[in-house]
């Protein structure tokens, strides 16, 4: 079984690379195959709303979108990870949700995988729980069954880091990053 791991920060190794790599090392040590994607990576256009995926899985836009998707469809779990931007998901993992509408208009491909969200600010309270909301939104908009951190018992992985690569040091974040980690293998299972 595949856990997905979706790293939506503009930056490619950053906080959100390494909370992500930290979780989904816990996906391996609990015997699952994992793959992080990075956004930052990847020729990601806007949707433009062409329609050509409403009939047949397939997008119009010639990027890397396509790929994420036959990737997403074929995981068991899916990861989403972001930074805070401006209180929500940066503007790369929203457009990533929009293009995603091939997945949802063909038969629901992501219907009763299981979803969980992880967000990282600079701030404590900097809007982590309100990306997270997002991440649920679109979960739930594709049928998607949602896991949050166990023990700790919220809404998923919150994690403060104001400076870069220092994601690990906020002790109390990073247990809740591990824990919904932990929560998605002893789901799978
Ligand atoms: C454009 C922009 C907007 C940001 N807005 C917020 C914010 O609203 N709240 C917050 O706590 N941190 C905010 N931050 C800080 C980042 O969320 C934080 O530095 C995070 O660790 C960056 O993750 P990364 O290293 O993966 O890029 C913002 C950073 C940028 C670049």
């Known amino acids: 079984m595949k856990v997905l791991g979706i790293n939506g920060s503009h930056r490619r190794d950053g906080n959100t690379h ?3 790599g930290k979780a989904l090392e816990v996906c391996e040590r609990n015997g699952f195959d994992t793959e992080q994607v ?3 990576d990847l020729e990601l256009g806007y949707c433009t709303v062409c329609d050509a ?4 899985f397939t997008c119009s836009l010639e990027d890397d979108v ?7 469809a074929s995981a068991d779990a ?10 929500g998901v ?3 993992l929203r457009t990533l949700f929009d293009r995603t509408l091939p997945l949802r208009r063909n038969g629901l491909m992501l219907s009763g995988k299981l979803g969980a969200a992880l967000a990282v600010g600079g701030s404590r ?9 997002q991440i649920h939104a679109w979960m739930l ?3 998607m069954a949602i896991v949050g951190d166990m023990k700790t018992a919220h809404f998923g992985g919150i994690a403060t880091a104001h400076k870069p690569a220092t994601v690990e040091a906020d002790e109390t974040g990073m247990n809740t990053v591990l824990n919904t980690a932990e929560n998605i293998c002893r789901r799978l299972k």
């Open 66 to 72: 396509m790929g994420v998707l036959e990737k997403m």
């Open 141 to 143: 908009i594709q049928e």
């Open 53 to 56: 995926c409403k009939s047949e």
């Open 90 to 92: 940066t503007g790369r």
């Open 125 to 133: 309270n900097g809007g982590q729980e309100m990306s997270i909301q």
């Open 38 to 40: 990075n956004l930052a």
């Open 18 to 20: 390494l909370m992500l």
């Open 78 to 87: 899916i990861l989403v990870a972001t930074p805070v931007y401006f209180g």
